[in-house]
């Protein structure tokens, strides 16, 4: 059984978690706030990590956590829908990033999908998993800085892997070059839009070659790239079912 870290003040989101959690197996230990969460944080299999807490930041106890070394998956639960927010959290360290208002049954399955992406299987079965598991071709280890296009390993750069994981941050959103640019250099960095676009079509290409449509990251005219779903975009050898 999984051991999920809750840390959220407030009540009603707190027990509606907590509940959902359960109700999926998992054992659930609740702290609402950072003192009480810190001791309790060694003993978890994930934390669900609310920013905003009566004696301080959840980045605090992120940043923490990371330069103590302790890999701790952290899903961060924010009251507000900031990019830079965002990008600072996956950045940090988190795993996965929510905006509130949210439904108890999709951090479930953040949960899950987290604890699925940071846990290695001790043996890989894909035709069984496939069928047991709705399959994601596009797979980022944040922690080993290796991307998957389903069984393919990428042989990125650091540059491309950094704006892979900022695009997939957020399938489906439109992220602006300025905006991709301070996710993955920090802000202030001075480079010209046109690197981003560089780098799209390299990434692009290493993408095509592992069998991904061109159109996984889709060029917003003027504006900048988003990534698509990845299951929602076919691939070249993506399976006739
Ligand atoms: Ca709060």
């Known amino acids: 059984m999984h051991r999920v870290l809750l840390v959220e003040d407030e009540t009603a989101i707190a027990e509606s978690l907590a509940f959902a959690l ?18 309790l944080c060694e003993t978890c299999d994930l934390i669900v990590l609310d920013l905003m807490l009566p004696d301080g930041s959840g980045f605090a106890l992120l940043h923490a956590l990371r330069s103590a070394g ?80 389903q069984d393919t390993l990428l042989d990125l750069t650091r540059t491309e892997f950094d704006l892979l994981r900022v695009l997939s941050s957020a399938p489906e959103r439109v992220f602006t070059r300025q905006q991709l640019l301070d996710g993955i250099f920090g802000a202030g960095y001075a480079v010209t839009d046109r690197t981003i676009d560089a780098h799209v079509k390299a990434l692009r290409r290493k993408l095509t070659a592992a069998g991904a449509s061109p159109d996984l990251i889709e060029t917003e005219r003027g504006v900048g790239y988003r990534l698509r779903d990845p299951s929602a975009v076919a691939g070249t050898d993506s399976s006739d079912g």
Do not use: C, M, W
């Open 22 to 39: 359960s109700r999926d197996g998992f054992a659930v230990t609740h702290a609402a706030n950072l003192a009480a969460a810190r001791p």
């Open 70 to 149: 302790q890999r701790t998956p952290v899903i961060v639960l924010s009251s507000r829908d900031d990019e830079t927010d965002r990008v600072a959290g996956l950045e940090g360290g988190a795993d996965d990033y929510v905006v509130k208002p949210f439904s108890p049954r999709e951090i479930v399955a953040r949960v899950r999908a987290v604890l699925r992406r940071t846990q290695p299987e001790p043996t890989r079965r894909p035709s069984s998993d496939a069928l047991l598991r709705p399959s994601l071709p596009l797979h980022l280890d944040a922690e080993t800085r290796r991307a998957h296009y």
